[in-house]
């Protein structure tokens, strides 16, 4: 009886091993240990947070390999595995970094001009313009606008909202031209653009890039953000403002709780959708923390229904803060009852 050849043996075995070489194309989402912010939101004269106020976030391996990712089925608490996005924007690495410096810088403003409003303060706000946040991936002109561009005008008209915006572009037919007027460093130029071939779901007229809001407000020279831009983009902003109301007010919003949260915020003070709701409330949890702050439902995200799905399955023991605004959620902070065992 003829053997068969051992090369067929090796190729084989090659062909496992090398597969372990081999992007899968998902990512892998993981359940992180919420931040302390703590050390990173600081005010002069104010007081200290009673309590723990714990940012809470989404490990991600992207692209991850085979056997990395069957290893974190395995051994993590909930994983969750979504087609790969990495390269879907197709920005390098400095592109990537300003875009997300933007985000927190515009967090930490809109921090600031909320909590200054609910303590009572009326600090002045300007509109500079508007900043690249997203782009169509098949959008004919995504090289023309630049991720470090300010939209300021379109077709000849000062932008001054991004309600006003959003007109511009609605009231056009897919395929129509306009005239982006944008700063790029430093000058003003003009670019002419054709909006997307195709209408998005709601039967609306989009551009191909999308954009979020550059504001100023004044300062208040007591507040001192440490080391903040390595906390990452926009889902922040809840919870960054929260703990410089705290330290701002004189009674303590905590009072010796741990609370972990996250949700993005916009300048009138709404909370808005993120992704990972379910690596964040497990993550909250195995870190100890007695509550956690969650968007409300919209029709586009159902953070509290994910949030009360996972620790109705998972018997997770912690209690869910639904919010709408930061008012919302300031208010259901007052009425916490001060944990036990408090000093």
């Keep these: 009886m ?13 062909m496992i091993i090398g597969s372990g070489f081999v992007p899968t194309g998902y990512d892998v989402l993981l359940a992180g240990n919420p931040i302390n912010l ?3 939101v600081q005010y002069e004269g104010g007081s200290e947070l009673d309590g723990d106020l714990g940012m809470t976030y ?8 085979w056997p990395l990712m069957v290893l974190t089925l395995l051994l993590e608490e909930g994983v969750e595995i979504v ?6 924007q197709d920005m390098d690495l400095e592109e990537l970094d300003y875009q997300n410096k933007q985000m927190m810088a ?37 090289d023309d606008v630049k991720v470090t561009d300010l939209l300021i005008g379109i077709d000849g008209e000062k932008l001054d909202s991004y309600e006003h915006l959003d007109q511009l572009i609605v009231e056009k037919e897919p395929g129509d031209t306009l005239t982006l007027s944008l700063v790029r460093e430093g000058k003003e130029v003009e670019v002419d653009v054709r909006t997307y071939p195709h209408k998005d779901y709601y039967g609306n007229t989009v551009l191909g890039v999308f954009f979020e809001e550059i504001y100023e407000t004044t300062k208040d020279e007591n507040i001192e953000w440490q080391n903040i831009e390595n ?27 741990a609370v972990a949260g996250t949700g993005t915020i916009t300048i009138d003070g709404e909370v808005g959708p993120i992704g990972g709701v379910k690596q964040k409330v497990i993550g909250a949890t195995n870190a100890g923390f007695d509550y956690f702050i969650v968007p409300l439902d919209d029709e586009w995200e159902k953070n509290e229904s994910v949030a009360r ?4 399955e998972k018997d997770l023991d912690i209690e869910l803060i639904p919010v709408g605004t930061v008012e919302d959620a300031v208010n259901a902070l007052e009425k916490l009852p001060e944990k036990k065992g408090r000093e």
């Design 231 to 257: 906390l990452g983009g926009p889902s922040a902003g809840l919870m960054i403002t929260l703990t410089l109301l705290d330290k701002m007010m004189e009674e303590s919003l905590l009072k010796g709780n």
């Design 83 to 88: 087609p790969s996005i990495s390269g879907e």
């Design 2 to 14: 003829k053997r068969r050849a051992p090369w067929i043996v090796v190729i084989v075995l090659l």
């Design 58 to 65: 989404v490990a991600s391996l992207e692209n991850a390999k």
């Design 38 to 40: 703590d050390e990173f």
């Design 106 to 142: 515009q967090s930490q403003i809109k921090a600031e001009y909320i909590a200054r409003g609910i303590l009572g303060e009326e600090p002045k706000l300007e509109l500079q313009g508007f900043y690249p946040v997203y782009y169509l991936p098949d959008w004919d002109n995504k």
């Design 309 to 312: 799905k996972t620790i109705s």
